[in-house]
C-alpha cells in the first residue's frame, strides 16, 4: 500500500505538473494573433504529456491522453493603390485605369467580393466606374480583352493564405472636369466568409470545418486611388504693326501690315497636331517670303517645312506642344 499509495502520489504530482503545462502550451499557440505567415487553418495541433517515475526500483513512464486542438481560420484582407501617382486623363476620358493589389492576409483560403466607391466626398469630382477587372495572367499590366472582367458572385477571386492579385478598376472622366481637378475612386474587398466586430466567429465556416474568425481587419479592405484630370489648353493672341511709305504708322495702300500671331499653351499635358491658319485680309497682298516662325523663315511652297501659302491664307503646322511652350507666327501683307 505504501509503494503503491507512492506510486499514485508521484503520479499525480507529475502528471498535474505536466498535463496543464502542456495544455497551456498549445492554448497559448491557438490563442496568439493570426499573422498572413501564420499556421494555416485547419491545422491539427496535437500533443501527448508523458510522466515518468521509479517503482520498486523499475522506471515507468505514463502518457497522458492526447489533445488536440485545430488551429481555426482568420479571416483578413488588405487592399493597397499600387500606381505610383495619381493616373492622369483627359476630360471625358473611358477606361483610365486605377491599380490596387488584393491580398489576403488570413491563414486560410478566402473568396472576396469586390466593388468600387466614387460618391466620396472631397475630391473634385465623381469618377464612373464600368468594370473591374483581374490580373489573370498575373503580368501586373491591365491586358484588354484578357484580363477576366470581374462579375460579383461568379469569378470572386479565391486567395490561399498570404498571397496577392491585381485588380484594375476602369472609370471614365465627366467631360465637364477642368484641368488640375482630381476625382477619387476607392476600392473594397469583403471575405465571403463574412465580416464583424474583430472576434465574431462563424462556427464550421473555416478551412478543414474550424470556425473563421474575424481578424483586425474585420474582412473588408478598403484604400484609396485617384484620377487627375490633365486638360492643356491654349491662349492665342494676334497683333498688327503698320509701316506706310513714309516711315509713319498710318494704314493707307502701299502700308505694310505685320502679322504676330502667338499660341501659349497652359494647364498641363499637352495640344496634338496644333495646327494654324490665318487668311490674307482682303484688299491687301501677301508679301512672299515674309512667313515666319520662331523667327526662322519658312518657305511659301509647300514642302517638308512646317509653313505654306495655301489658298488665300497662310498655314503654319506647329505639331505636339506641351504645357508651357510657346510658337510666335509672322507673316506680312502690303494694303492694295
Given at each position: 500500500?505504501?509503494?503503491?499509495?507512492?506510486?499514485?502520489?508521484?503520479?499525480?504530482?507529475?502528471?498535474?505538473?505536466?498535463?496543464?503545462?502542456?495544455?497551456?502550451?498549445?492554448?497559448?499557440?491557438?490563442?496568439?494573433?493570426?499573422?498572413?505567415?501564420?499556421t494555416g487553418a485547419g491545422t491539427m495541433i496535437s500533443n501527448i504529456a508523458t510522466a515518468t517515475y521509479t517503482s520498486g526500483g523499475k522506471a515507468v513512464t505514463v502518457a497522458s491522453n492526447k489533445?488536440?486542438?485545430?488551429?481555426?481560420?482568420?479571416?483578413?484582407?488588405?487592399?493597397?493603390?499600387?500606381?505610383?501617382?495619381?493616373?492622369?486623363?483627359?476630360?471625358?476620358?473611358?477606361?483610365?485605369?486605377?491599380?490596387?493589389?488584393?491580398?489576403?492576409?488570413?491563414?486560410?483560403?478566402?473568396?472576396?467580393?469586390?466593388?468600387?466607391?466614387?460618391?466620396?466626398?472631397?475630391?473634385?469630382?465623381?469618377?464612373?466606374?464600368?468594370?473591374?477587372?483581374?490580373?489573370?495572367?498575373?503580368?501586373?499590366?491591365?491586358?484588354?480583352?484578357?484580363?477576366?472582367?470581374?462579375?460579383?458572385?461568379?469569378?470572386?477571386?479565391?486567395?490561399?493564405?498570404?498571397?496577392?492579385?491585381?485588380?484594375?478598376?476602369?472609370?471614365?472622366?465627366?467631360?465637364?472636369?477642368?484641368?488640375?481637378?482630381?476625382?477619387?475612386?476607392?476600392?473594397?474587398?469583403?471575405?465571403?466568409?463574412?465580416?464583424?466586430?474583430?472576434?465574431?466567429?462563424?462556427?464550421?465556416?473555416?478551412?478543414?470545418?474550424?470556425?473563421?474568425?474575424?481578424?483586425?481587419?474585420?474582412?473588408?479592405?478598403?484604400?484609396?486611388?485617384?484620377?487627375?484630370?490633365?486638360?492643356?489648353?491654349?491662349?492665342?493672341?494676334?497683333?498688327?504693326?503698320?509701316?506706310?511709305?513714309?516711315?509713319?504708322?498710318?494704314?493707307?495702300?502701299?502700308?505694310?501690315?505685320?502679322?504676330?500671331?502667338?499660341?501659349?499653351?497652359?494647364?498641363?499635358?499637352?495640344?496634338?497636331?496644333?495646327?494654324?491658319?490665318?487668311?490674307?485680309?482682303?484688299?491687301?497682298?501677301?508679301?512672299?517670303?515674309?512667313?515666319?516662325?520662331?523667327?526662322?523663315?519658312?518657305?511659301?511652297?509647300?514642302?517638308?517645312?512646317?509653313?505654306?501659302?495655301?489658298?488665300?491664307?497662310?498655314?503654319?503646322?506647329?505639331?505636339?506642344?506641351?504645357?508651357?511652350?510657346?510658337?510666335?507666327?509672322?507673316?506680312?501683307?502690303?494694303?492694295?
Amino acid at each position: 500500500m505504501t509503494n503503491a499509495g507512492t506510486r499514485w502520489s508521484i503520479l499525480n504530482v507529475r502528471l498535474g505538473d505536466v498535463i496543464p503545462l502542456a495544455i497551456a502550451s498549445a492554448t497559448i499557440a491557438f490563442s496568439a494573433p493570426a499573422l498572413a505567415t501564420g499556421t494555416g487553418a485547419g491545422t491539427m495541433i496535437s500533443n501527448i504529456a508523458t510522466a515518468t517515475y521509479t517503482s520498486g526500483g523499475k522506471a515507468v513512464t505514463v502518457a497522458s491522453n492526447k489533445v488536440d486542438l485545430k488551429v481555426d481560420e482568420v479571416l483578413n484582407v488588405t487592399v493597397a493603390y499600387a500606381d505610383p501617382g495619381d493616373v492622369a486623363g483627359l476630360p471625358g476620358a473611358t477606361n483610365q485605369v486605377l491599380t490596387f493589389n488584393l491580398t489576403n492576409t488570413g491563414n486560410g483560403t478566402e473568396a472576396f467580393t469586390l466593388a468600387p466607391i466614387n460618391a466620396i466626398g472631397g475630391d473634385a469630382f465623381d469618377p464612373a466606374t464600368t468594370s473591374l477587372v483581374l490580373d489573370t495572367n498575373h503580368n501586373g499590366v491591365y491586358d484588354a480583352g484578357v484580363d477576366a472582367v470581374y462579375a460579383a458572385g461568379t469569378n470572386d477571386p479565391n486567395l490561399a493564405a498570404d498571397t496577392s492579385i491585381k485588380v484594375f478598376v476602369l472609370s471614365t472622366l465627366p467631360g465637364t472636369a477642368t484641368d488640375g481637378q482630381r476625382g477619387q475612386t476607392d476600392l473594397t474587398a469583403t471575405a465571403v466568409t463574412g465580416t464583424g466586430v474583430p472576434g465574431t466567429v462563424f462556427v464550421g465556416k473555416g478551412d478543414g470545418g474550424s470556425d473563421a474568425v474575424v481578424g483586425t481587419t474585420t474582412g473588408i479592405g478598403r484604400d484609396k486611388g485617384f484620377y487627375i484630370v490633365t486638360a492643356a489648353t491654349m491662349s492665342f493672341v494676334k497683333s498688327a504693326t503698320v509701316v506706310d511709305p513714309f516711315g509713319g504708322v498710318k494704314s493707307i495702300p502701299g502700308s505694310t501690315i505685320t502679322y504676330t500671331l502667338v499660341a501659349t499653351v497652359t494647364g498641363t499635358g499637352s495640344l496634338v497636331n496644333l495646327a494654324v491658319g490665318d487668311p490674307i485680309p482682303a484688299t491687301t497682298t501677301y508679301v512672299p517670303g515674309s512667313l515666319t516662325l520662331q523667327g526662322a523663315a519658312l518657305t511659301d511652297g509647300a514642302d517638308a517645312d512646317a509653313g505654306e501659302i495655301s489658298g488665300s491664307g497662310i498655314v503654319a503646322r506647329l505639331g505636339d506642344l506641351a504645357s508651357g511652350q510657346t510658337r510666335t507666327i509672322t507673316f506680312k501683307t502690303k494694303i492694295n
